[in-house]
């Protein structure tokens, strides 16, 4: 690490009501690809490929509606005005091409925006973000979020995206590698767009909705077996269970990509 | 930071034991002192009020009660001869000292308390004073159970409480008040001049300024809003990376900072749970 690379760090100013803070992070070694990893507990994430060599983390004033949410009787005073929304802090770190970013508690409702170099992986996660995004960043990406929905806009490479409340929405630009993949939500739809030459073999399930293709989707004959559990020598119980899941092949089958949601559609589009 | 954290915790340990016990005999008896020629008041008692109020005078004039209650009689003799209020003047400074077997060190600039005292006391003493004060007065102030009032100073002020709010009103000159568990109030009838900070742990801060402000501020709550009525620039944080083992590392603490008017002093408001509010003076 060059210390002039510290220089780099700046700080921009805003004048009005919300300034930003800007941190741009040196790579070890620019030539090689950038492994992002990004925890927030309440703030959004909002990823997309930089033009430079550096990732740019910026760190804007936090979500002032969210806060007026939780706490109603938070409001400004009479003839008074809000100061930012509680900007959060952050921590920021790079090793080796490995940065890694947390931020909150406390406070943290923000959105980090970051610039990175267009081959990245990323391991973003928050817990109540209303939305994880990102857009034109190629690499293998593992995307996580509870309370808010996930958004992967032409990306390459694989993605394993999951939330609890909220869609999965994401087109692939390309696929790269013989990875698994899986999209998957508690409480929302699945929307996946892939490059119409997609060899993979499809693990769908819907709880309470319906599965839609554009693809030629070859349906596999039901060869599960239900999943017996004896355990009446120690506690008594006995139990089956059936997997429900529909499994399939697209362009004549490849690594399983896994398709699921309790309580949404699933759409698979060809690109 | 330790030795705040360990006096907040013997504080609120302390007003616990006396709330729990079931006091039968009270004793009051007045305090009357005058210090003269003093340009500095230091004031460290662990319980009860202290208000401080500035006049035209040139003496520091000790007025209140100490307020004793106890279990019997026996300890309300234990109590006067192991709480007492030591009362000093040295290098220009005024002391007000509570003292007794509850402190265990001999360093009274020091912050640390140092209570050691067994669970076999059955007491509570209160010192409540109010000290009448010259108006340019440096004030340095400790209280651990109780409320901290100024009025109408204009001298430095280093102010701090645990378990009660400070207040200032119509005060002047520059310095830090913090408490733990109250509110910090402040109203300036001549903005600061150097650097000052306002804290709370658990309490809003509310300072009022005069209209002429210019100052930047460093603001920081977790579970409150920031509010003021003067035209403010946002200001980025402070901070920065820097190498560590080769690896970079950067750490922001989420502070918003502002500017008002054209800048000057930098100053501090900070809680944890409790709003900030930067007030004009109408």
Redesign the interface.
């Known amino acids: 690490?060059q210390?002039s690379?510290?220089a780099l760090?700046t700080?921009?100013?805003?004048?009005?009501?919300?300034?930003?803070?800007?941190?741009t992070?040196?790579i070890s070694n620019p030539s090689q690809p950038v492994t992002l990893k990004v925890s927030t507990l309440n703030g959004s994430i909002k990823v997309t490929a930089g033009t430079g060599r550096d990732v740019i983390v910026s760190?804007g004033?936090g979500d002032v509606s969210r806060?007026r949410e939780r706490?109603p009787r938070?409001?400004?005073?009479p003839?008074?005005?809000?100061?930012?929304g509680?900007?959060?802090?952050?921590?920021?770190?790079?090793?080796h091409n490995v940065v890694t970013v947390n931020s909150?508690?406390?406070?943290?409702d923000g959105t980090l925006v970051i610039e990175t170099p267009a081959n990245t992986n990323l391991q973003l996660r928050t817990t109540n973000g209303s939305m994880i995004e990102v857009t034109g960043i190629t690499g293998d990406h593992e995307i996580e979020n509870t309370n808010g929905s996930i958004h992967l806009n032409n990306v390459s490479g694989s993605v394993v995206a999951h939330t609890q409340n909220g869609a999965v929405i994401v087109t692939l630009d390309r696929i790269t590698g013989t990875k698994p993949m899986s999209f998957t939500s508690m409480n929302g739809k699945i929307d996946v767009t892939m490059p119409a030459a997609t060899k993979a073999r499809l693990r769908l399930k819907s709880d309470n909705g319906a599965i839609y293709s554009d693809f030629d989707v070859r349906l596999e004959a039901d060869a599960s077996k239900p999943l017996v559990e004896d355990n009446r020598g120690t506690n008594g119980k006995y139990r089956i269970s059936i997997d429900k899941s529909v499994t399939g092949t697209i362009n004549g089958g490849g690594p399983e990509y896994t398709f699921q949601t309790m309580n949404g559609n699933i759409l698979i589009h060809k690109k | 930071m330790k030795q705040i954290l360990l006096v907040a915790f013997m504080g609120a340990a302390l007003a616990f034991t006396a709330a729990g016990r079931d006091y039968k005999v009270e004793d009051r008896s007045p305090v009357n002192h005058t210090f003269s020629g003093d340009k500095k008041l230091d004031v460290d008692v662990i319980s009860g009020s202290v208000e401080i109020v500035a006049d035209g005078g040139n003496s520091i004039r000790v007025t209140g009660e100490r307020v004793i209650h106890a279990a019997d009689q026996q300890n309300l003799a234990r109590a006067k001869q192991d709480d007492v209020l030591d009362m000093n003047e040295k290098d220009g400074t005024a002391q007000i000292y509570e003292n007794g077997p509850f402190r265990n060190n001999n360093n009274r600039s020091s912050d640390y308390h140092g209570f050691h005292e067994g669970s076999d006391r059955q007491y509570n003493v209160d010192w409540n004073l109010t000290v009448h004060v010259p108006r340019e007065i440096a004030l340095h102030l400790r209280d651990v159970n109780g409320s901290i009032r100024t009025d109408g100073t204009n001298g430095a002020f280093d102010i701090s409480a645990v378990n009660g709010s400070v207040t200032g009103t119509n005060i002047g000159g520059s310095g830090n008040i913090s408490t733990v568990n109250g509110p910090t109030v402040v109203s300036f009838r001549e903005n600061p001049k150097s650097d000052s900070s306002f804290k709370s742990v658990n309490g809003k801060v509310d300072v009022t300024y005069q209209p002429n402000l210019a100052a930047e501020f460093d603001l920081r709550t977790v579970n409150g809003g920031m509010f003021t009525d003067f035209e403010s620039v946002a200001l980025a944080s402070s901070g920065g990376g820097s190498s560590k083992d080769g690896k970079f590392v950067y750490k922001s603490h989420g502070n918003s900072r502002i500017r008002v008017g054209s800048g000057g002093p930098e100053i501090r408001m900070e809680t944890v749970n409790g709003s900030i509010q930067i007030r004009k003076a109408k």
């Open positions: 690490m210390i690379n510290i760090i700080f921009l100013c805003a004048a009005g009501a919300a300034a930003q803070d800007r941190v992070v040196p760190t004033e806060r706490n938070d409001g400004a005073p003839g008074m005005a809000r100061i930012g509680g900007r959060f802090g952050v921590d920021i770190e790079e090793d909150g508690p406390p406070g943290g």
